[in-house]
């Protein structure tokens, strides 16, 4: 059973992003079940919104921190969280190292912060779904912003919201393998993330996935009304550690290239 704040970002993620829906519903045909390997969020290094206030409200529904990850490039550090249930997913959380970026993009991004409201800023659970509450974005903003981090824009636009769910193939019935997966969904006209190669990771980390590219969706600008990525589904098949148990963790170098999902040219 998901808790309610993982299916209200579900609900959030899945109204926003009709591929993700349909391709849910052509996997249920031939499974029983379609569960999430994990749910992966987006923020700032700042306090009132960091990893460890978005994670709160998870550690209160039982999960504890088992990982951490540095991306050097993207200028970002993340953590995941478990549950002792194994059928509930990890929750892996980003956050962008602001003062690593431009003054410029320091700047957006500190107003922005700035404008979010107290109330959200003191209810983690309803800030995790809050979305954009900062206002209207700018488009030349947002296209500035990407020149130096597509996440920094992303977060711009979007906010607080499921970046992605994952499905979980080892619990499929009908796959056992990430290829089957990909050709399945390229089959039927989705398009993979092909970054560094449509599979990422190899049995040798324990861990292989695979995305879509992200879905557009209709985003109303200050400048008028424009398509832009917003999210997308991954896969991902884990593979036994030493002791015989599913690996839980992630691999930096592989959820490197898994954000490059929601790039333009992913």
């Known amino acids: 059973m998901m ?6 970002l579900w609900q959030q993620y899945s109204d926003d992003n009709p591929h993700v829906v349909e391709i849910y519903k052509l996997f249920t045909l031939d499974n029983t079940q ?17 990893i460890n206030l978005l994670a709160a409200p998870f ?13 050097e490039v993207k200028k970002l550090y993340a953590k995941h969280f478990e549950h002792e249930d194994p059928t509930k997913p990890k929750i892996f959380i980003s956050q962008l190292l602001l003062e690593k970026f431009s003054p410029f993009t320091q700047s957006v991004i500190k107003e922005t912060l700035e404008a979010i409201p107290q109330a959200l800023l003191s209810d983690p659970a309803t800030l995790l779904v809050s979305g954009n ?47 089957e997966v990909n050709q399945f969904l390229k089959d039927r006209g989705f398009e993979l993330n092909s970054s560094g190669g449509e599979i990422k990771g190899t049995p040798n980390d324990l861990l292989e996935q695979s995305s879509t590219t992200s879905g557009k969706i209709l985003v109303t600008f ?6 832009i990525p917003c999210c997308y589904y991954e896969f991902a098949k884990r593979y036994p ?11 930096a170098q592989s ?12």
Request: hydrophobic residues 40%; aromatic residues 18%; without cysteine.
């Open 34 to 50: 379609v569960l999430n390997d994990h749910i992966a969020l987006r923020t700032i290094n700042d306090p009132r919104i960091d």
């Open 255 to 266: 959820a490197d290239k898994i954000f490059e999902s929601t790039n333009l040219k992913a």
């Open 3 to 8: 808790s309610k704040l993982i299916d209200q």
């Open 59 to 71: 550690i209160k529904e039982g999960y504890f921190e088992n990982g951490e990850y540095h991306f």
């Open 222 to 227: 200050q400048e008028g009304k424009y398509e």
């Open 241 to 251: 550690d030493h002791t015989g148990k599913l690996y839980q963790g992630f691999v």
């Open 133 to 179: 509450s900062w206002g209207k974005p700018s488009f030349q903003v947002y296209q500035t912003l990407l020149e130096e981090s597509e996440y920094a824009a992303w977060f711009y636009v979007f906010g607080f919201r499921a970046n992605h769910f994952t499905v979980f193939i080892n619990a499929l019935e009908r796959f056992d393998e990430v290829f």
